[in-house]
């Protein structure tokens, strides 16, 4: 359908006086744009397929005919609501933000049912439910246990439909559409419109009107969209010095895998950072206290896998970082979406790994229509530098409000036993500051993971496998854990190059761990493993064999004044 006219305000929706009074206090003054479509349409009665992603308004485009809609006057009270959600949180969000809309209105009672939470809870919730909002599992659990019966449901809201199907929920969607009256109104909203959803819509809507959102208009003009491209093994590093640089009140970080998002959080923790993980490995009573910490500002912060950070409500979030490339567009406008909400900027941060990921970045902001560029990684000198700047501002501030004139005669005294003004500053600055301030012998730190860890000397080996063939750390640490007596916990800094991977083994083990991996297999394919030194000499031998003693030389004077990439690296950053 074409789209309508927006409107510049709700007044022009003619919504019921009490859920304005609730939107005034709320101080949204006019609707998104799916709310100005979609809620006409579906107060009229129709079906209706919303094409828009997180972020856009969706929740108030169904909530808000969801709660006109409902008798407020039943003898006994019955389900007429029902909205499935893909994930408890987005469940939670859904139900909070019909709370708030209902501030004023009486007798609309909703209740949140997903996994993880008590059931007998649940139950006597249901009792006097007229609107549920739920997770298709558990909305199977009550209707199996005949807690709660759908004879009465006159309007059904399938939010983030495609993430539900994606979730495995299809089977369960399908039996709990087909327990509804028919006469229902159905309502869909999708971020994507794949043959399963179409599926969905054809056996359950009836001419069903289609709204959308254009992408770029989602979430992404607020957002300024940025990489970097470090060595592999490196993100870590870079991530930190990252946080260090930019120290955002609120920032969250994306992995694809919840045993990244855990070893990352443990990482960031033993740095010193304020992190927690949020993934679906945790119970709701975890989840829940993690989201409320983060909320509050308590914990600075989050790193999540995509499906558990789906419905995050934070308006505030500074930074997002991509540690992992997203897997696909969607998840990528979802993940940068965190941030530049409600009309505030923010900062997105992919962190590459070579010209692959780098070009699967580009590849996703040129189908979105948007840029990207690329920032170097801050130094360790960077990081100082902002930092001072920083505390100086807060310095000429307290100076410029009269702030230091009680500590006058407390200055003269020390002047009078014969320090200078200069070092009483300097002394002061740095017990104020010391512990906000990063030291830069502690960024430096990190390099010393490269040669030990704790009193264990390291060396570096090199095995012909890189990125070329798909090898990732894990399948390296596998190898040589198999192969050896080394434990996975005893391997040091990995460095994954195209053809060929860097490896950090104990010294005294080094010699074993050559021998031993004669003939194994990486990727399932066989590998040769060499010291790191000898790589080079053999390098540099081919170098020789093919150019004259003089060119070979200049070559060789050259390479070490650059390094390799890692190396190159070490020496920018300060690491």
Known sequence: MDNIGLVSGFSELMLDPRIMRALDEMEFEAPTEIQAQAIPLIREGKDVIGRSQTGTGKTMAFAIPAIEKINTREDKPTVQVLIMCPTRELALQCGEEIRKLTKFICGIRPVEVYGGAAMDRQITQLKKANVVIGTPGRIMDHMRRRTLRLDNVKYVVLDEADEMLSMGFKEDMETILRETPEERQTVLFSATMPPSIMAITHEFQKDPQVVQVSRKQITLDNIVQQYVDVPMGRKSDALK????????????????????????????????????????????????????????????????????????????????????????????????????????????????????????????????????????????????????????????????????????DMVNMLLEKGYSLFDIAAAALEMNFSEKEVRIADIKQEKKQYTKNGNTNFSRIVIDIGRSSHAAPNHLVASIAEHSSLHGADIGKIEIYDDYSVVAVPSDSIDDVIDRMYGAKVCGRPVKTRLFEEQQKHSHRQHGSSHDSRRTKTNVRSSKGRGNSSQRYNRRHGV
């Open 241 to 408: 010095l990252l946080l260090y640089y930019y120290a955002p009140s609120l920032s969250m970080v994306f992995c694809n895998t919840k045993k990244m998002a855990d070893e990352l959080t443990d990482s960031l923790q033993k740095s010193g950072f304020n992190a927690d993980a949020l993934h679906g490995d945790l119970k709701q009573s975890q989840r829940t206290a993690v989201m409320d910490k983060f909320k509050y500002g308590t914990t600075s912060i989050l790193v999540a896998t995509d499906v558990a950070a789906r419905g995050i409500d934070v308006n505030d979030v500074e930074f997002v970082f991509n540690y992992d490339i997203p897997q696909n567009n969607e998840y990528y406008v979802h993940r940068i979406g965190r941030t530049g909400r409600v009309g505030k900027d923010g900062t997105s941060v992919t962190i590459c790994s070579g010209r692959r990921q780098v070009m699967e970045l580009r590849d996703i902001v040129r189908e979105l229509k948007c840029t990207v560029s690329e920032i170097p990684v801050p130094t360790g000198e960077d990081i100082r530098n902002r930092m001072h700047e920083k505390n100086s501002e807060t310095v000429i501030s307290a100076l410029e409000s009269g702030k230091g004139k009680a500590y006058t």
